[in-house]
């Protein structure tokens, strides 16, 4: 059955231009190029040159990046690790994975943490300025490009790491990186991106293939109900396309692809969202300040707007999940979910994670009248005003 809506998506790479599909076909059949090759280092370059910093060092992934963060840093078997609620099981597993104990800390309003904590995250795009020093990680995967007074994040703590996964900043389906000025920490994450080794060619397959399928196939298909999900879950199921999250990690376990170094094929994917993310995050700034806008004034409330990228334009509501509901199957719009539990995914075995129900009371509430609408690229001024018009029904 043919929905009579065209579909709005906030994930599901978001990010993807014909550029990026092009250059994904193009790895496709250079096999040579998918493991060692140029892209890397001046992925890394880039990088160091962008923040202002000493060291860059790629991995396969925001969780291994921080995972070797934590290895270089040397931690006692059993350290504390304090973090907020609020947060993705891929902030927590690296912390288990490393033999330390993850110590929760509720969240406030704008969705970054209430008290002190080792590892600062910049939740949605908005910068933690409160608790930043030189002595904390900051966890940067949703804030690249984001600054505080001339300052970009990533240059005020002890270390930073960044993410490129399928629905971040910029993009290439996974992809981290760590940046220092401290010498020792930097030598260290070097010394580890070669102990790591490089993933499996299958799996650098799963990651070029996916701009491509979604691009030509899932996305196309998402104008039929229910069609385009399924065959995503499908193409998931037969190893076709990775998942986001693996079942492991919804359990505390650790697939055999973490950690990892950054592969040449992703890097090179990196790089060319890379030179586009001052055009990436103006659009999202330009869209936020269309929501503001229109929905100024409503029962939604709304983000912080100071210093804030936005990633995803963050609303809450009393019934954030009926609207969530109600969007996508009245209207074929498939709003944001981050975050519907105090550790997302939703179906993240809390015990696992070492999180128990009621430790952090702000973050817990917060899951249950949280949604995000979409600010990327792909965005057109006419889907945001549909979006809006949908949403006025709840004012």
Known sequence: MLNKFKPISISLSPNVQKDD?????????????????????ELEDNFKKYLGVKYAVSFNSGRSSLFAILKALNLPTGSDVAIQAFTCNAVVNPILWAGLNPVYVDCADDFNSAGEVDIVQHTFGLPNEKWLNEDVIEDCAHALGAQINGKKVG???????????????????????????????????????????QPKLFWIKQQIFHPILLYFLILPLYKFIDLGKIFLVTSQYLHILSKAVSWQEKRGQRPDYFPKALPNALAQMALNQFNKLEFFNNHRKEIAQFYYKELSGTQFGLPVKENNIFLRFVITHPKAHQILYEAWSNQN?????????????????????????????????????????????????????????????WK
């Open 333 to 393: 719009i498939l709003l944001g979910d981050w975050y519907r539990s105090p550790i997302d995914p939703h179906d993240t075995q809390l015990d696992k994670m070492q999180y128990q129900q009621g430790m952090c009371p702000n973050a817990e509430s917060l899951a249950k009248k949280t949604l995000n609408l979409p600010t990327h690229i792909n965005i057109t001024m006419k889907e945001a005003q549909r979006i809006v018009n949908f949403l006025k029904q």
């Open 155 to 197: 240059t005020f703590g002890k270390v930073a790491f960044f993410s490129f996964s399928r629905d971040k900043v910029i993009s290439s389906v996974y992809g981290g990186m760590t940046t220092t000025n401290n010498d020792e920490i930097g030598k260290k994450l070097e010394a580890l991106q070669k102990e790591f080794g």
């Open 21 to 41: 599909v092009v250059l994904a076909l193009k790895l496709l059949f250079q096999p040579w190029k998918w493991m060692r090759g140029g892209a890397i280092k």
